[in-house]
């Protein structure tokens, strides 16, 4: 199969972009998938995503992590696949689409999109951490000397231990930088591995720092290994979080043409 593919990556964030509005591509073939993001024998990715038709919204987001499975949302991959739309033309400036958890509506400016995440009304927080979903599973744990701290072990050992399990979470470590910024660094499940940001994940800490009193501030810059990302959001009382935004650079990398 010759499969023709765009990369992008969102602070670092790297995916596979299929236009899949023909409905062509093997969508259960969690082999092939898993070849395509390996970054010795494949095209290389954090994850590969497709667009779709959608009957209601601009398009249809589909989303697998590079492990080859589908999974929930990605909030880097969503901002790449709203640029990604923009650049087929099957957008203009704004965008409303469907995904795995909802609806999303989006504005893009310029490489900068903004996304708007589903409304958060469950945070919990224990002794070290806390932990919500903001379209994937997160939990938030604060560190110091971030820098030089061991994420991949750490991050495996919570991703895969009690009580997540199999199942598992995406794992996030902060370090408080200023009134409003934060640097985090994230093992993503799924990639299982360091990635170099990930949208869900800054969202989840931005809104777990400022439940957590560590900032007053409702519009919080997150500082990643692979770029700066912007999360805002309203305090609401019938539901804990929403209009929230994630802000930052979508970047077209290259084209290219596959046989696989
Ligand atoms: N690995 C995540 C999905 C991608 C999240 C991340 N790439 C983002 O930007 O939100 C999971 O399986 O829960």
Known sequence: ???????????????????????????????????????????????????????????????????????????????????????????????????????????????????????VDTLEIFDVYSFLNTGSPHHVQEVEDIKNYDVFSNGKAIRYGTPYNEAGSNVNFVEKMSADTFAVRTYERGVEDETLSCGTGVTAVALAMYANGKTESTQITLETLGGTLQVSFTEESDKLFKNIFLKGKATFVFEGTIIC
Request: glycine share 10%; hydrophobic share 35%; aromatic share 10%.
């Open 1 to 119: 199969m010759r499969l023709n593919f765009y990369k992008y990556q969102g602070a670092g964030n790297d995916f596979i972009m299929v236009d899949n509005r023909e409905d062509t591509f093997p969508k259960h073939d969690i082999t092939l998938i898993n070849k395509l993001c390996d970054r010795k024998f494949g095209v290389g990715a954090d994850g590969l995503i497709l667009l779709e038709n959608d009957e209601e919204h601009d398009f249809k987001m589909v989303y697998y992590n590079a492990d080859g499975n589908e999974s929930t949302m990605c909030g880097n991959g969503g901002r790449c696949l709203v640029a990604f739309a923009k650049q087929l033309g099957v957008i203009k400036d704004e965008a409303t689409f469907n995904a795995i958890d909802g609806k999303h509506y989006a504005e893009i400016d310029g490489d900068v999109v903004s996304l708007q995440m589903i409304d």
